[in-house]
């Protein structure tokens, strides 16, 4: 695992201390000796993960981490808070201000590094995730992602799985003003309750008399469904051993009994905070991507599906030896319903014919509106004879029943010219294709208008 790691301290010899031990596990290092340094280099650089001392002049770490977190920019970049204080109210100051992790001075190396890789580690997703997003930006991505996290909003909802009273009923006392804590006392059950029920985090106790607690956390990162639930793992003094296992599993953050009340909340807080940023953006790039191939006005997919999907679907034909035909559809003089009736009336009979054309084709065939009163439907399995008679009764169907547009429910005829193609046999190509129900669609049109003409294979 690389990665590039920010070290933050005033004084040389605390900086030059923590740079020979990232460096000794391969990490790039960059420093900085305040705080104004430390946030232009997160601004101007790629950082995946600050070490940031909390007692310097001017600024302390305090500030400098709150300014990364409220800055879209830099809100991303986990930050380990490090200080000579050992008081649970600083790690809590920490954290509350966005710290993803505290440490303590001297910084004990087991915590150091699995700290660093387990951030390293959520960092590389969220990376993937904005990189994602990225590739869309010329749909307006910008937007999302210069969103700040999404508010917490509702109580979290924990799951707790511990088989000791003693245990689970402290944590259950801890918890029970601020979040929601289901109990598994037993892991199976644990485990299929996690993938059931929508979870912001699961903590996992290592007290577990006839189950490894690290086969549990192996088997949730396995799931889909919890695969990004956050992991806590509740060890006892003296399991470093098993808590860098658990690292190397993908558990997300760990707590030494005896467990303090405040850092129990902040550290949960950091995890449901972190997952409930992460889930918005995959919803956020989700939507993004269903968008870019989705005609706003009709729901039918748009042109940039179809440059893409209908390659797929040729080649599949031509490797398959199965016939594939298309037709293109212009509604006939639809410029004249814009000019006499107004665009939202052009708008109404847009929808109204995708709806129609919807109803008239199958789940496997690709209805596209291919640009203004243009569409296409391309037909898997379909023979060139076939594909005709599908657009002769789309055709009919149109002309058939009238399209009504206005509050008033005023009555529109509409007609529709259609070319249809469909595969040759031997050498052929998706443009040539296109080109030949394209032809037709004009010969349609210059004949008349309101009628199919299909060009043989």
Avoid: W
């Avoid at 890789?117 to 937007?143: F, P």
């Amino acid at each position: 695992m690389t990665a590039r790691i920010l070290v933050v301290d005033d004084i040389p010899a605390n900086v030059k201390l923590l740079e020979v031990r990232l460096l000794a596990e391969y990490f790039e290092v960059l420093t900085a000796t305040n705080g104004a340094d430390a946030i232009e280099t997160c601004e101007n650089g790629k950082v995946d993960v600050v070490l940031l001392d909390v007692m310097m002049p001017d600024m302390d770490g305090f500030e400098v981490c709150r300014r990364l977190k409220s800055d879209p920019a830099t809100m991303h970049i986990p930050v380990v808070m490090i200080t000579a204080l050992d008081q649970v109210a600083d790690r809590v100051r920490g954290l509350e201000v966005g710290a993803d992790d505290f440490l303590t001075k001297p910084v004990n190396d087991l915590q150091l590094m699995t700290r660093v890789k387990s951030l390293v580690r959520l960092k590389m997703l969220t990376d993937e995730l904005r990189l994602r997003a990225a590739t869309t930006r010329n749909i307006g991505i910008e937007e999302l992602l210069s969103r700040r996290a999404p508010a917490e909003g509702d109580m979290p909802r924990i799951l707790l799985i511990d088989e000791r009273p003693s245990s689970y009923e402290r944590i259950q006392k801890m918890l029970r003003s601020v979040m929601e804590v289901d109990l598994a006392t037993d892991p199976q059950d644990g485990f299929f309750q996690a993938a059931d029920k929508p979870y912001d985090c699961v903590l996992v106790s290592t007290a577990l008399a006839d189950f490894d607690p690290l086969r549990l956390c192996s088997q949730l990162r396995s799931l889909d469904r919890t695969r990004f639930l956050p992991i806590v793992l509740l060890a006892d003094l003296g399991e470093d051993d098993r808590i860098i296992r658990g690292l190397e599993l993908g558990i997300n953050d760990y707590l030494v009994r005896p467990i303090e009340q405040q850092e129990l909340i902040a550290r949960l807080r950091t995890q449901v905070k972190r997952k409930r940023y992460n889930d918005h953006l995959r919803a956020s790039v989700t939507q993004t991507i269903e968008m870019a191939v989705t005609d706003g006005l009709t729901g039918l997919h748009n042109r940039r599906y179809l440059d893409s999907h209908l390659q797929t679907l040729f080649d599949r034909a031509v490797a398959r030896r199965r016939p594939l035909s298309m037709m293109i559809t212009d509604l006939d003089r639809f410029k004249s319903v814009n000019d006499t009736y107004g665009h939202d009336a052009g708008d109404e009979v847009l929808r109204e014919f995708a709806r129609r054309l919807r109803q008239n084709v199958r789940g496997i065939d690709l209805a596209c509106r291919y640009g203004g009163e243009e569409f296409v439907v391309v037909m898997p399995d379909t023979e060139g004879h076939i594909a005709a008679k599908v657009a002769e009764r789309i055709r009919a169907e149109i002309a058939r029943l009238p399209f009504a547009v206005g509050k008033d429910g005023q009555t529109l005829e509409v007609t529709i010219s259609v070319g249809v193609s469909s595969l040759k046999r031997g050498a052929d190509t998706v443009a040539d294709m296109m080109k030949r129900a394209d032809v037709a669609l004009y010969e349609a049109k210059s004949g008349g208008r309101n009628r199919v003409v299909a060009k043989a294979a």
